[in-house]
T-cell receptor, first 110, second 117 residues
Framework: SQKIEQNSEALNIQEGKTATLTCNYT??????LQWYRQDPGRGPVFLLL?????KEKRKERLKVTFDTTLKQSLFHITASQPADSATYLC?????????FGQGTELSVKP | NAGVTQTPKFQVLKTGQSMTLQCAQD?????MSWYRQDPGMGLRLIHY???????DQGEVPNGYNVSRSTTEDFPLRLLSAAPSQTSVYFC????????????????FGPGTRLLVL
């Protein structure tokens, strides 16, 4: 079965720096990969989708890369702000199912 | 639009009791799904549906039933609650694209917190 791994340790960075989160997967390549943000006590909120034939996607301060050879996606937040503090989840779609990683908690200090 | 709504927000059950978690969406989305979230485990897919009358199993379907009689509603039934089913349950819906009913952006509900004693 598909296995997805995200940094289990929380990521602490200083305001203004770039945060980089990693999502690795095993087995088959997904048709696409998504990133979500989740705040405590709330449901996840969609951020970006990148397809298997795309290398990079950007949206404002967010950038996602997708390397099907390495079986890895990187999620970058540039010029990070304390309001970016949250848990970030990656999700892979294949064969009708959208499967999530366990998430990485990001803390941005002023 | 109300988006995705879930009821109840919080529920306490005794072992062996049954209950139904309600989920409704008003966006005319074909694809709906149920996840459970436990500390350190992320979201795990329980069941999903690509349209009315069509459901399929996810990663952790045991102990749960679903049905999809309308596009709007996708209830999740716990047949005989167990302490291992203590969790936060999220329902999500999505538009689909392509001939394979591929879901796109998932919209999540606010969750139902379930405690089984």
């Amino acid at each position: 079965s598909q296995k997805i791994e995200q940094n289990s340790e929380a990521l602490n960075i200083q305001e203004g720096k770039t945060a980089t989160l990693t999502c690795n997967y095993t087995n088959y390549s997904p048709a696409y990969l998504q990133w979500y943000r989740q705040d405590p006590g709330r449901g996840p909120v969609f951020l970006l989708l990148i397809r298997e034939n795309e290398k990079e996607k950007r949206k404002e301060r967010l950038k996602v890369t997708f390397d099907t050879t390495l079986k890895q996606s990187l999620f970058h937040i540039t010029a990070s702000q304390p309001a970016d503090s949250a848990t970030y989840l990656c999700a892979l779609y294949r064969g009708g199912k959208l499967i999530f990683g366990q998430g990485t908690e990001l803390s941005v200090k002023p | 639009n109300a988006g995705v709504t879930q009821t109840p927000k919080f529920q306490v059950l005794k072992t062996g009791q049954s209950m139904t978690l309600q989920c409704a969406q008003d966006m005319n989305h074909e694809y709906m799904s149920w996840y459970r979230q436990d500390p350190g485990m992320g979201l795990r897919l329980i069941h999903y549906s690509v349209g009315a009358g069509i459901t399929d199993q996810g990663e952790v379907p045991n102990g749960y039933n679903v049905s999809r009689s309308t596009t709007e509603d996708f209830p999740l039934r716990l047949l005989s609650a167990a302490p291992s089913q203590t969790s936060v349950y999220f329902c999500a819906s999505s538009q689909t694209s392509g001939s394979g009913s591929v879901p796109e952006t998932q919209y999540f509900g606010p969750g139902t917190r379930l405690l089984v004693l």
